[in-house]
């Protein structure tokens, strides 16, 4: 258009004047071009990003969105065990109360069970030692058939104490453990019928401790303890021997097992064996027996 009117206006001036207003069309059209592209470009830049932004933040919500949900979900499942836990919980708690509750009730049971078993205990042992007050061991007696029996043992006492009297026998025999070749001969066991001739027999063999022998052979005679009674009496063999002898000291062993000695008009008694350990020392000094408790 600038160009038309610069020719109707201007027919002299007409030859510079199309280069001038050409050049500056294209300078205005790649201006205009250059603007366009411009903007679309920053149109695309500015779009994509938008686009590409908002497909990431939707998926991204979607993303957590889910694990919200899930989240939810656990919660709910966990809460859900956490009362079942619970009620577990409270169930074993009233259990363990009333287990408790009888477990007390067992242990009162044991200690008054255990009290009644020690009572029968001393009971069957006090009734074992009565019955056992007729009976006497005799050691060292070869074995051959015939050597326990009733006569045979009633002549043996007679002949190794010297007894005038008969001693009757009820029933005798030899100890139930195996004996094998070359063991000694096992103790007979033998039921008089007389308590009172038990004791002068057994203070006959006691006067004559050592030196009792028959047909050679060296026997000794014993009074009949059980088990638990002959152990605790053993506790005190040691003390008696070395008391055995010492002027102004009398002792004596008293059943089950109680240890008793008099020194210097004093008595002291003791069913301790621990405490026995110090009684030598004290007496060989001739000083009382102040280390003995009953």
């Known amino acids: 258009m600038n160009l038309r009117k610069y020719n109707s206006h201007s027919p002299d001036k007409a030859t510079p004047a199309p280069a001038e207003g050409s050049a500056m069309d294209i300078a205005s059209v790649k201006a205009d071009i250059l603007s366009s592209l411009r903007k679309e470009i920053s149109s695309v830049i500015r779009e994509e990003p938008k686009s590409t932004l908002a497909e990431e933040f939707d998926s991204l919500t979607?993303?957590?969105?889910?694990?919200?949900?899930e989240i939810v979900n656990n919660t709910a499942a966990i809460c859900t065990e956490i009362e079942q836990v619970k009620a577990h919980v409270k169930t074993v708690e009233v259990g363990l109360s009333?287990?408790?509750d009888e477990v007390v009730s067992v242990q009162e049971t044991v200690q008054d069970l255990n009290k009644q078993m020690k009572d029968l205990q001393e009971n069957c042992e006090d009734l074992e030692g009565r019955m056992r007050r007729g009976n006497i061991r005799i050691t060292g007696v070869p074995e051959h058939p015939g050597s326990s029996s009733p006569t045979a043992v009633s002549k043996l006492i007679q002949e190794v104490l010297q007894m005038e009297k008969e001693v009757r026998v009820e029933r005798s025999h030899r100890s139930l453990m195996q004996?094998?070749?070359g063991d000694t001969p096992r103790v007979i066991i033998a039921r008089l019928h007389n308590e009172?001739?038990?004791?002068?027999i057994l203070r006959r063999a006691c006067d004559r401790a050592g030196q009792l022998k028959y047909k050679g052979n060296p026997i000794a005679m014993f009074?009949?303890?059980?088990?638990?009674v002959a152990k605790a009496r053993a506790a005190f063999t040691e003390v008696r021997r070395m008391l055995r002898g010492?002027?102004?000291i009398r002792y004596g062993l008293f059943y089950p097992a109680k240890f008793r000695i008099s020194h210097n008009n004093g008595i002291y008694s003791s069913n301790n064996n621990l405490s026995i350990?110090?009684?030598p020392m004290s007496v060989l000094r001739c000083r009382y027996v102040h280390t003995?408790?009953?």
């Open 292 to 294: 003995l408790h009953d």
């Open 196 to 200: 009172g001739d038990v004791m002068d």
């Open 98 to 100: 009333t287990w408790s």
């Open 179 to 181: 004996r094998r070749p």
């Open 246 to 248: 010492r002027q102004g």
């Open 223 to 228: 009074p009949d303890y059980t088990a638990n």
């Open 62 to 69: 979607k993303e957590i969105k889910a694990v919200k949900t």
């Open 277 to 279: 350990q110090y009684i």
